[in-house]
């Protein structure tokens, strides 16, 4: 009942607000566009002033301004857009006219024009100038600086800027993290949606799935106003693709390029293209339209080392000395080879309708990402029970069990998104809004994995350390050795929607001389997610079918001797051609697929109030902002049953829906204060959220329930894996004090502080104790775990050279009085460039010390220090046309894990080098 009240008391004022706002008599407005000398490029960021009336506005995409009631009269407007001179034109108001001007800088001069016309300072000082004259503390990458770095898709454009960090996947940048935060307390929007995750468990959304051709731009907001979702803990990630007023009508380009993978010797293709075009219509009126295409192939491999279940402790008698020692020896170590096509498949249709006093718009964007993977695995299984000998950090193990399996299988993500609307000016208000639809979906049709059983056999290791040397006795390399014992078919369908309205009204007003805007709006979003798992699990039935029956020769793996591999094809047609004669396990059948499922749902109320103020110098943002949230879930409590006693075995499946609600009241600052054109610092205090993962909110239970009979006593043992529905969200208080100064011509040079206290941070953990789960004997489950801090500094320097030269360099350095996940103490980037009219390169470092991942066998996991180099190398045939040579990893760095310490590999995984050639067109 407050809720409703308070949703009714904030609709009402917003509407008071926007019916009552109009001046009894109107002024004139001033509105226009800035451009380049010859009108063919839009200057986004470009800081447009009235010093005489101390008002100030900074361009939109489209180069766009405006400033409402001005009196009649001459006015001095002042145009400052980094890498040009400051320009003043005078304009003047007659008779309350609205007066709508183009303005060009540049002159006679030819800097600026240099400037636009070549890549990497074009795509810099776009980008600086949005990120100088910005409220919060922003970061951004333009659509000419994604193409200036070797990267492969979006999220690996990201890592280049402060304070950023990427999760890597088969050694390319999927989830992007801000901060030392874990990716899945970060917001991601395209074109201000908020797009769901394709994946079943998370929020994070896997940013490889975004082609780089589709985007206009890409800008971090690591503070946040009451008028952005409070969902973002690290920050905000926004995705803006292109649109037909960015660009000069008619304007054109294609890209076409190939790829070598050095690992897997494989070439794979990419192709892109965009068009936009405007018209000018009676009445003032414009229509632009902007599509783009993108496909791109991608063929590569990696080798990697496991030991799955960490290491462990055996008393044993050392051959050499006769002493008894304490090892530190492996469980299981596997070999795997991996075989990987992933595609990717991109749209967009943009189409933008302006008036003299409304802006309409409709925004698309849909992805397809598709994952087709084979992989082969050995898993020597070592235990203490079969431990012959060990001498010297050298183990061998009798009757020893190793298998052999698969995994076949193809992976679809989709994203789409759509948002419609528009801007309209009433006076001194302006109005927005918006809905917007957004779906992700990831389906796995089909996927076989099959596991071949090899027995008595001597395995062993003879070295620890980042790839431990495996030994084996000639009988682990005869297929004919491991018999086929079972096999998991698997056709999982992930979907993710959401549904999102918008209203926002803002008007301008003087108080106390000072220029000022007050804000306030509200958005509803309506989000539904499930996992729709179908698992079916087949252990006999297979007529003693062995691997020799789908033998491939020798794997060419670089980590050592991986003996024989299993063919895919024959093995998928031996599955089939004989499905209808294996035998399935009802109850590990039931248990995956019930087990797995589940659906939850997600509505959110945000209503918001701020003002933005100019005084003089400073420019302060305050404000609230309120979030309900009605969360809703549905799965299984699945329970087997194993009675030796009774000799019983059966599977319980028994529905458990649960539903909370919960919400926040979020008061943000942010102040800025300029102390020149060159320099200014920012302050800002903020309370942000996170919601939990859908994986540890679902509503599921998995629980074993054993009893047999041992000497005549009779014994239970009752263990539970369970969601937790009843989570609490994160909660951020966060502070950022920073200082920036632009010397002359294009560059920056930054420092910044900042700190976040995060509370009910959300822990994996054993919970029989707790009251709620009597006669179990061990019961996991995440919980909301205390609360957690971090304190970083993030410092940057940019500069371009009028020699050509251009350097960058940035580096965050983190502290967390807790291990929080994905969390590394120092990341950074170094680029060196030179760039002339025929020729731009670039050499770029980037390094992530090492972060802790998880705990496993009471010990923690860690990724190690990456470093990685990259090229990038164009030459210019004319203005419009130029070659490109890129070299991705050039130093072949791995992904390394290790348990507790970097002598006990925990993964290790080898991806080689990729080097691209390619020709990229465009008319403008």
């Given at each position: 009942m407050?809720?409703?009240?308070?949703?009714?008391?904030?609709?009402?004022?917003a509407?008071?607000?926007?019916l009552?706002?109009?001046?009894a008599h109107?002024?004139?407005?001033?509105s226009?566009?800035v451009?380049?000398a010859?009108?063919s490029i839009?200057?986004?960021?470009a800081?447009v002033?009235?010093?005489a009336l101390?008002?100030k506005?900074?361009t939109?995409?489209?180069?766009?301004?405006?400033f409402h009631?001005?009196k009649?009269?001459?006015?001095?407007?002042?145009?400052?857009?980094l890498?040009a001179?400051?320009k003043?034109f005078p304009?003047?108001i007659?008779?309350?006219?609205n007066?709508?001007?183009?303005l060009?800088?540049?002159?006679?001069?030819?800097?600026?024009e240099?400037l636009?016309v070549v890549g990497q300072?074009?795509?810099q000082a776009?980008?600086l100038?949005?990120q100088?004259?910005a409220?919060?503390v922003?970061?951004i990458?333009?659509?000419?600086?994604?193409g200036?770095f070797?990267?492969?898709?979006v999220?690996?454009?990201l890592q280049?800027?402060?304070?950023?960090?990427?999760q890597?996947d088969?050694?390319?940048g999927?989830?992007?993290?801000?901060?030392?935060i874990?990716?899945?307390?970060n917001n991601?929007?395209?074109n201000?949606?908020?797009?769901?995750?394709?994946?079943?468990?998370?929020?994070?959304?896997?940013m490889?799935v975004i082609?780089s051709?589709?985007v206009?731009s890409?800008?971090?907001s690591?503070?946040?106003t009451?008028?952005?979702?409070?969902d973002?803990?690290g920050?905000?990630?926004?995705?803006?693709?292109l649109?037909?007023?960015?660009?000069?009508?008619n304007?054109?380009?294609?890209?076409?390029q190939?790829s070598?993978?050095?690992?897997?010797?494989?070439?794979?293709?990419k192709?892109?293209g965009?068009?936009?075009t405007a018209?000018?219509l009676?009445?003032?009126?414009r229509?632009?339209l902007?599509?783009?295409v993108?496909?791109?192939?991608?063929k590569?491999?990696?080798?990697n080392?496991e030991?799955?279940?960490?290491?462990?402790?055996?008393d044993?008698?050392d051959d050499t000395?006769?002493?008894?020692?304490e090892i530190?020896?492996?469980?299981?170590?596997e070999?795997?080879?991996y075989w990987?096509?992933?595609?990717?498949?991109g749209?967009?249709l943009?189409l933008?309708?302006q008036t003299?006093d409304?802006?309409y718009?409709l925004?698309t964007?849909?992805s397809?990402?598709?994952?087709?993977?084979?992989?082969?695995?050995n898993?020597?299984?070592?235990?203490?029970?079969?431990?012959?000998?060990?001498?010297?950090?050298?183990?061998?193990?009798i009757d020893?069990?190793?298998?052999?399996?698969?995994?076949d299988r193809?992976e679809e993500?989709?994203i789409w998104?759509?948002?419609?609307?528009?801007?309209t000016r009433?006076?001194?208000?302006?109005?927005?809004?918006?809905?917007s639809y957004a779906k992700?979906?990831?389906?796995e049709?089909g996927?076989?994995?099959?596991?071949?059983k090899?027995?008595?056999?001597?395995?062993?290791?003879?070295?620890?350390g980042?790839?431990p040397?495996?030994?084996?006795?000639?009988?682990?390399?005869?297929l004919?050795?491991?018999?086929?014992?079972?096999?998991?078919w698997?056709?999982?369908l992930?979907?993710d929607d959401?549904v999102?309205f918008?209203?926002?009204?803002?008007?301008d007003f003087?108080?106390n001389n000072?220029?000022?805007?007050?804000?306030?709006?509200?958005?509803?979003?309506s989000?539904?997610?499930f996992?729709e798992?179908?698992?079916t699990?087949?252990d006999?039935?297979f007529?003693?079918?062995?691997?020799?029956?789908f033998a491939?020769?020798e794997?060419?793996?670089?980590l050592?001797?991986f003996?024989?591999g299993?063919?895919?094809t024959?093995l998928r047609n031996?599955f089939?051609?004989?499905?209808?004669?294996f035998?399935?396990?009802?109850?590990d059948t039931t248990?995956e697929s019930s087990g797995?499922?589940y659906e939850?749902?997600e509505?959110i109320?945000?209503a918001y109030?701020?003002?933005?103020l100019d005084?003089d110098?400073?420019?302060?943002?305050?404000?609230?902002?309120?979030?309900?949230?009605?969360f809703?879930?549905?799965g299984n409590?699945?329970?087997?049953?194993v009675?030796?006693?009774a000799?019983?075995?059966?599977?319980v499946?028994?529905?458990?829906?649960?539903?909370?609600?919960?919400?926040?009241?979020?008061?943000s600052?942010?102040?800025r204060y300029?102390?020149?054109d060159?320099l200014l610092a920012?302050?800002a205090?903020?309370q942000?959220?996170?919601r939990?993962?859908?994986e540890?909110s679902?509503a599921f239970?998995?629980i074993a329930?054993?009893?047999?009979e041992d000497?005549g006593?009779?014994?239970?043992?009752?263990?539970a894996?369970?969601g937790n529905?009843?989570?609490?969200?994160?909660?951020?208080q966060?502070?950022?004090?920073?200082?920036e100064y632009?010397?002359?011509?294009?560059?920056?040079?930054?420092a910044?502080?900042?700190?976040?206290d995060?509370?009910?941070f959300?822990?994996?953990?054993?919970?029989q104790?707790?009251?709620?789960w009597?006669?179990f004997d061990?019961v996991?489950?995440p919980?909301n775990?205390?609360?957690?801090?971090?304190?970083?500094?993030?410092?940057?320097?940019?500069?371009?050279?009028?020699?050509?030269l251009l350097?960058?360099?940035?580096?965050?350095?983190t502290d967390s009085d807790?291990a929080l996940p994905?969390q590394?103490d120092?990341v950074?980037n170094?680029?060196?460039?030179y760039e002339?009219?025929?020729?731009?390169?670039?050499l770029?470092?980037?390094?992530?010390?090492?972060?802790?991942?998880?705990d496993?066998?009471?010990?923690p996991?860690?990724?190690?220090v990456?470093?990685?180099?990259d090229l990038?190398?164009?030459?210019?045939?004319n203005?419009?046309m130029?070659?490109?040579?890129n070299?991705v990893?050039?130093?072949?760095?791995?992904l390394y894990l290790?348990h507790?310490n970097s002598r006990?590999?925990?993964q290790?995984?080898t991806y080689?080098?990729?080097?691209e050639?390619?020709?990229?067109?465009n008319?403008?």
């Amino acid at each position: 009942m407050q809720h409703t009240t308070f949703r009714k008391s904030i609709l009402g004022l917003a509407c008071g607000l926007v019916l009552s706002g109009a001046p009894a008599h109107a002024e004139g407005d001033l509105s226009g566009k800035v451009t380049s000398a010859d009108t063919s490029i839009v200057l986004e960021g470009a800081l447009v002033e009235i010093p005489a009336l101390n008002l100030k506005e900074v361009t939109s995409r489209d180069g766009r301004f405006r400033f409402h009631n001005l009196k009649d009269g001459l006015y001095q407007v002042r145009i400052t857009y980094l890498g040009a001179e400051t320009k003043t034109f005078p304009i003047e108001i007659k008779n309350g006219e609205n007066l709508n001007t183009q303005l060009a800088m540049g002159g006679t001069e030819a800097a600026l024009e240099e400037l636009l016309v070549v890549g990497q300072r074009a795509s810099q000082a776009s980008a600086l100038n949005r990120q100088k004259n910005a409220k919060r503390v922003t970061s951004i990458v333009s659509a000419d600086a994604i193409g200036q770095f070797p990267d492969q898709n979006v999220a690996e454009s990201l890592q280049r800027l402060p304070g950023m960090f990427i999760q890597r996947d088969q050694g390319e940048g999927r989830f992007v993290g801000i901060r030392g935060i874990d990716p899945n307390l970060n917001n991601l929007t395209i074109n201000g949606v908020n797009i769901p995750s394709p994946e079943s468990g998370v929020r994070s959304v896997a940013m490889d799935v975004i082609p780089s051709e589709l985007v206009d731009s890409l800008e971090v907001s690591k503070t946040v106003t009451p008028d952005m979702d409070a969902d973002a803990v690290g920050g905000s990630i926004e995705v803006k693709s292109l649109s037909g007023l960015d660009r000069p009508a008619n304007s054109f380009s294609f890209t076409g390029q190939l790829s070598q993978s050095q690992l897997r010797d494989e070439t794979s293709p990419k192709l892109s293209g965009s068009y936009s075009t405007a018209w000018d219509l009676q009445g003032g009126n414009r229509f632009a339209l902007a599509t783009a295409v993108s496909w791109a192939e991608r063929k590569f491999g990696s080798d990697n080392m496991e030991v799955d279940g960490g290491w462990g402790h055996y008393d044993i008698e050392d051959d050499t000395s006769g002493e008894e020692v304490e090892i530190f020896s492996a469980e299981e170590i596997e070999q795997r080879a991996y075989w990987i096509k992933r595609e990717r498949t991109g749209l967009a249709l943009n189409l933008d309708y302006q008036t003299a006093d409304s802006d309409y718009y409709l925004r698309t964007l849909y992805s397809v990402f598709s994952d087709d993977e084979y992989r082969l695995r050995n898993e020597y299984k070592l235990s203490d029970g079969n431990l012959l000998s060990y001498s010297d950090n050298a183990a061998q193990f009798i009757d020893a069990e190793m298998d052999r399996d698969t995994k076949d299988r193809f992976e679809e993500q989709k994203i789409w998104s759509s948002v419609l609307g528009g801007e309209t000016r009433v006076d001194s208000w302006t109005l927005e809004y918006s809905v917007s639809y957004a779906k992700s979906s990831e389906d796995e049709p089909g996927a076989v994995e099959a596991d071949f059983k090899g027995e008595e056999l001597q395995l062993g290791y003879t070295a620890l350390g980042q790839t431990p040397t495996l030994t084996q006795s000639a009988n682990a390399h005869d297929l004919a050795n491991f018999e086929l014992d079972e096999i998991i078919w698997t056709n999982n369908l992930t979907e993710d929607d959401e549904v999102s309205f918008k209203f926002d009204a803002s008007h301008d007003f003087v108080w106390n001389n000072h220029n000022a805007t007050f804000k306030t709006g509200m958005k509803y979003r309506s989000r539904e997610k499930f996992l729709e798992a179908n698992v079916t699990v087949f252990d006999g039935g297979f007529n003693d079918a062995t691997g020799a029956d789908f033998a491939l020769a020798e794997v060419d793996w670089g980590l050592g001797s991986f003996g024989p591999g299993i063919n895919r094809t024959p093995l998928r047609n031996f599955f089939n051609s004989n499905l209808s004669g294996f035998e399935i396990n009802d109850l590990d059948t039931t248990i995956e697929s019930s087990g797995a499922s589940y659906e939850s749902g997600e509505d959110i109320f945000a209503a918001y109030a701020m003002l933005d103020l100019d005084l003089d110098k400073w420019n302060i943002i305050v404000g609230l902002r309120y979030e309900d949230t009605q969360f809703t879930t549905s799965g299984n409590r699945v329970e087997l049953i194993v009675d030796d006693v009774a000799d019983i075995e059966e599977v319980v499946v028994t529905p458990w829906n649960v539903e909370k609600d919960y919400d926040h009241l979020l008061p943000s600052l942010n102040v800025r204060y300029d102390f020149n054109d060159k320099l200014l610092a920012r302050f800002a205090y903020t309370q942000t959220i996170a919601r939990p993962s859908f994986e540890d909110s679902a509503a599921f239970q998995l629980i074993a329930n054993e009893t047999e009979e041992d000497d005549g006593e009779i014994e239970t043992v009752v263990e539970a894996e369970v969601g937790n529905p009843h989570l609490d969200p994160y909660e951020s208080q966060n502070l950022d004090l920073s200082i920036e100064y632009y010397p002359g011509h294009i560059g920056i040079l930054s420092a910044g502080l900042f700190y976040k206290d995060i509370d009910n941070f959300i822990v994996l953990t054993e919970v029989q104790d707790n009251g709620q789960w009597d006669g179990f004997d061990e019961v996991l489950q995440p919980v909301n775990g205390g609360s957690a801090s971090i304190t970083g500094i993030e410092l940057a320097w940019a500069k371009t050279f009028q020699n050509g030269l251009l350097f960058s360099a940035n580096a965050t350095f983190t502290d967390s009085d807790d291990a929080l996940p994905n969390q590394a103490d120092r990341v950074g980037n170094l680029a060196i460039g030179y760039e002339n009219n025929q020729l731009s390169a670039r050499l770029t470092w980037s390094h992530k010390s090492e972060s802790f991942q998880f705990d496993d066998q009471d010990a923690p996991v860690y990724e190690d220090v990456h470093n990685q180099l990259d090229l990038n190398v164009k030459y210019y045939i004319n203005d419009n046309m130029h070659l490109y040579v890129n070299g991705v990893n050039l130093n072949d760095e791995p992904l390394y894990l290790y348990h507790n310490n970097s002598r006990y590999a925990y993964q290790y995984e080898t991806y080689g080098r990729t080097f691209e050639i390619g020709f990229s067109w465009n008319s403008f």
